[in-house]
């Protein structure tokens, strides 16, 4: 019991996916406050454009 509690804390195969998590979670949180930050002025074109379009298409 003691060999094979020794031998996982010596593993590190389990570190680099730890590593890679942190990675792809640090990724995410820039892609969620990019989008938030960039959201609020898409949402404000897109609405201002729509606003222009619908008198143009209506006879």
């Known amino acids: ?3 094979m509690l020794m031998n996982l804390l010596k593993e590190e195969n389990g570190q680099g996916m730890a590593e890679y998590g942190l990675i792809l979670a640090l990724i995410a949180v820039v892609c969620v406050g ?4 960039l959201g609020n002025g898409l949402t404000a ?3 201002d454009v729509n606003a222009k379009l ?4 209506t006879p």
């Open 54 to 57: 619908t008198p143009a298409a």
């Open 34 to 37: 990019a989008l938030t930050t």
């Open 1 to 3: 019991m003691k060999q």
């Open 45 to 47: 074109k897109f609405t």
